[in-house]
């Protein structure tokens, strides 16, 4: 199936790596115009090789900051057709126990998983209602529906409340012609943080996670990128409030 999407535009949160920067790239080779925004500036200079990219730096966590860029991408390129919000992680934290973690590390992870797709969201849905259809796509996690492998207390509350609110907007937002979606990937080494995660586990802990995923394998940035790209297009027109895990059958 050839999804094209010559004519789109698309904005993209957590675009300078991983699951970010893999959706980037599918949307820009399947023709579309991509807002690459991220809070590193330098990490998404290699999005510049790609057709039709341009790249917004700001942090996302801040509703003011957050604003701010949907209207800078909106005033380069008008009314965007589609979201992505696949700002988010760990934010360099590793599993702790529950006495451990203070205030800060706690709403780190909020601002980055949760608030980011809020603010985006409210940013960039009015544009879409005033043209009658629209895309959102959050990147959750299996996090989001059970424990998480992390151990990391927000990250799991974190991506639970990410699920809460594509249904909410998944309801709001479909009467308006627009779509919201969310794609729950399982354990992905896509960058600096996840890789620290795995080896955190330890040898035995790492075989006993592959040994759950019936695929034997973990998941690679691409194989989200792909799942979102089919939430973006046109056969999905009639798929809103719904979570896609995409674990390679994580038991």
Not at 152 to 175: D, R, S
Request: glycine residues 12%; proline residues 4%.
């Amino acid at each position: 199936m050839h999804l094209s999407f010559e004519g789109k535009t698309f904005a993209v949160t957590g675009a300078a790596q991983g699951i970010g920067a893999a959706i980037v790239e599918t949307l820009a080779h399947s023709g579309a115009t991509v807002a690459a925004i991220d809070i590193d500036r330098d990490g998404m200079t290699p999005l510049t090789a790609l057709p039709h990219v341009t790249l917004h730096a700001g942090d996302l966590g801040h509703r003011d900051a957050a604003l701010a860029l949907c209207a800078e991408v909106t005033d380069r390129h008008g009314t965007i057709d589609g979201l992505i919000t696949a700002a988010g992680g760990v934010r360099g934290q590793i599993g702790r126990p529950l006495e451990q973690i203070d205030t800060a590390d706690w709403s780190a992870i909020f601002a980055a998983n949760v608030d980011a797709a809020m603010w985006c969201a409210q940013g960039f849905a009015p544009g879409m209602k005033s043209q009658g259809a629209g895309r959102i796509v959050t990147i959750s996690s299996g996090a989001g529906l059970k424990a998480s492998l992390t151990g990391i207390q927000a990250y799991a509350a974190a991506k639970h409340a990410l699920v809460g609110l594509t249904k909410q907007l998944a309801l709001e937002l479909g009467p308006s012609g627009i779509t919201v979606n969310s794609v729950a990937p399982g354990f992905i080494l896509s960058n600096p943080s996840t890789e620290k995660q795995w080896d955190a586990f330890g040898p035995d802990r790492q075989k006993q996670i592959m040994g759950s995923i019936h695929m034997r394998r973990l998941g690679r940035p691409q194989d989200i990128a792909d799942a979102v790209a089919f939430l973006c297009s046109d056969r999905a027109a009639w798929i809103t409030g719904q979570i896609l895990q995409v674990d390679g059958g994580h038991a």
